[in-house]
């Protein structure tokens, strides 16, 4: 009874420490519970990349060639595109083709939902129009996936390649690049979406 007691206390004391510091420091305390948050959602994210990436690699899909919105070359001449899955698996030299496209895609669609109503409801408190709010948290995720897709191209291939072939890990090492890499989307994500949820969740009383 008395360690129930104790533990009642405890609680209440960093329950009360908390509404202390949230109510001096309020963007401190907002931006930690969207770190939080952001990082329960990259584990998520962690766990369903490799199941969808296995239930995809198992099908057609892996030799059909996705490779859109060129953008110039690669330093070799090659060209540069900013969705860059070619056929093939990657333990083959591919890029995964439209397989790991969609494995990435799917990871992150569900991710993102499920983002947007935690950080709207937990985070934000929002009591903004929901239609609206969402109107634009897909605008923004599309422009965000374009960008952080274009950027894989300077990334994606050498780590790859240096765990894979370089270390000679194998399936390990592309194993341990896809974390890698879905781990860099997360962070591009997190710190271009935190000011976009600023505005996108504000109240419509605050205007």
């Excluded at 995964?96 to 935690?118: D, H, P």
Aim: aromatic share 16%.
């Amino acid at each position: 009874m008395s360690n129930k007691i104790g533990a009642e206390k405890n609680s209440n004391a960093i329950i009360g420490a908390w509404a202390k510091f949230k109510e001096k420091h309020p963007n401190t305390a907002q931006f930690l519970v969207f770190f939080i948050l952001s990082n329960g959602i990259t584990v998520l994210q962690m766990v369903l990349m490799p199941i969808f990436k296995d239930i995809f690699g198992h099908t057609s899909l892996v030799s059909t060639n996705f490779q859109v919105l060129k953008v110039g070359h690669n330093f070799d001449g090659s060209p540069y595109y900013v969705f860059n899955y070619a056929a093939g698996s990657i333990s083959a030299g591919g890029g995964g083709g439209l397989a790991y496209f969609l494995a990435v895609q799917i990871t992150m669609a569900i991710a993102q939902i499920i983002n947007f109503f935690v950080q709207r409801n937990i985070t934000f408190k929002s009591k903004s129009n929901i239609w609206k709010a969402a109107f634009w948290y897909v605008v923004a995720y599309i422009i965000i996936s374009i960008g952080a897709a274009a950027l894989q191209g300077l990334y994606k291939a050498p780590i790859y390649n240096l765990l894979m072939n370089t270390l000679k890990m194998g399936s390990v090492g592309e194993t341990i690049a896809d974390f890698i890499t879905m781990i860099i989307n997360c962070a591009i994500s997190f710190w271009v979406f935190f000011p976009i949820f600023k505005v996108i969740f504000k109240d419509e009383s605050q205007k």
